[in-house]
Nanobody, 122 residues
């Protein structure tokens, strides 16, 4: 299983960015897919998840600003980020669990992409 995140970069406060994560190696449509981030000196934190039924769940600080979507035809999951602030600066990772048709709050993810840097600064 491989996950390849892309789309990071430098953006001004208040701006928007869309991250993509291309996935290969399993039946994409059967899996929940998550986004995480890790800021310098901080632990990695959950950002959000989209299930195989397109249900989404988000960490409180990004609710209303971030949107996760998926395209099963392209085996790609997206993270649309709006109203970005300096506190959103981090390396963003996409991830997938080992089990298909599995989602639980606080679930573990087994496969990880390499991360893409998002920097919010003027």
């Amino acid at each position: 299983v491989q996950l390849q995140a892309s789309g990071g970069g430098l953006v001004q406060p208040g701006g928007s960015l869309r991250l993509s994560c291309a996935v290969s190696g399993f039946t994409f449509s059967s899996y929940a897919l998550g986004w995480f981030r890790q800021a310098p000196g901080e632990e990695r934190e959950f950002v959000g998840v989209v299930t195989w039924t397109y249900r989404t769940s988000y960490e409180d600080s990004v609710k209303g600003r971030f949107t996760i979507s998926r395209d099963n035809d392209k085996n790609t999951v997206y993270l649309q980020m709006n109203s970005l602030g300096p506190e959103d600066t981090a390396v963003y990772y996409c991830a997938a669990p080992r089990r298909e048709y599995y989602y639980a709050h606080g679930m573990e993810f087994d496969y990880w992409g390499q991360g893409t840097q998002v920097t919010v600064s003027s």
